[in-house]
């Protein structure tokens, strides 16, 4: 799978909107790009998913160029709620098999 | 409907110690996975199963820790001896089955620590 590299940490305030890209040069036919979001003393939660294009949903919208070698999850209008660790993965179509990094800690302010 | 079920939510040891964590998946789900999770980390991948078939346990390390999903719904890790390494969040997810996109639901963890 994909190695995938974003941003450590990112600052934001509420009403705002965060925009976290992360890259996956390496990416593969049969991958796909989803995002997690993690609290502390919790799971992480999913976010959103997608193969090309844009997909959006009630809590976030994800980018993804033709070349697939990038993707950028858009945040709108951010609370303080949604301070938190957010994880950009590779996935095997076929598998399921995600590979998480570190992650980029957004942290909002009010 | 109720999410992944995990317990203990904490658990205190000594080192060489044994240890043992549950987790109930979400009804229906027949993919179950196994994540460690260290500090300012991201978790990975132990163990998956499918049904009661472990199918990928490559980064279990297999002379300390064992994992069991006899019936093919709840699922048991075990680690004997316990380490002071091993001191980590050990979650447990679960997913209606493996391929074509299907979101993990994960439980909230177990914190182990090994003193």
């Known amino acids: 799978l994909a190695k995938t590299t974003q941003p450590i940490s990112m600052d934001s305030y509420e009403g705002q909107e965060v925009n976290i890209t992360c890259s996956h040069n390496?990416?593969?036919?049969?991958?796909?790009i989803t995002w997690y979001q993690q609290f502390p003393s919790q799971g992480p939660r999913f976010i959103i998913q997608?193969?090309?294009t844009k997909v959006t949903n009630e809590v976030a919208s994800l980018f993804i160029p033709a070349d697939r070698k990038s993707s950028t999850l858009s945040l709108p209008r951010v609370s303080l709620s949604d301070t938190a660790v957010y994880y950009c993965?590779?996935?095997?179509?076929?598998?399921?098999?995600?590979?998480f990094g570190t992650g980029t800690r957004l942290q909002v302010f009010p | 409907e109720a999410g992944v079920v995990q317990s203990p939510r904490y658990k205190i040891i000594e080192k060489k110690q044994p240890v043992a964590f549950w987790c109930n998946p979400i009804?229906?789900?027949?993919?179950l996975y196994w994540y460690l999770q260290n500090l300012g980390q991201g978790p990975e991948l132990l163990i998956r199963?499918?049904?009661?078939?472990?199918?990928?346990d490559s980064q279990l390390p297999k002379d300390r820790f064992s994992a069991e999903r006899l019936k093919g719904v709840d699922s048991t890790l075990k680690i004997q001896p316990a380490e002071l390494g091993d001191s980590a969040v050990y979650l447990c997810?679960?997913?209606?089955?493996?391929?074509?996109?299907?979101?993990?639901?994960f439980g909230p963890g177990t914190r182990l620590t090994v003193l």
């Open positions: 390496n990416i593969a036919t049969n991958d796909y």
């Open positions: 199963y499918e049904n009661e078939e472990a199918v990928d």
């Open positions: 009804s229906g789900h027949n993919t």
């Open positions: 997810a679960s997913s209606l089955t493996a391929g074509g996109l299907n979101e993990q639901f």
């Open positions: 997608g193969y090309k």
């Open positions: 993965l590779v996935g095997d179509w076929n598998t399921d098999k995600l590979i």
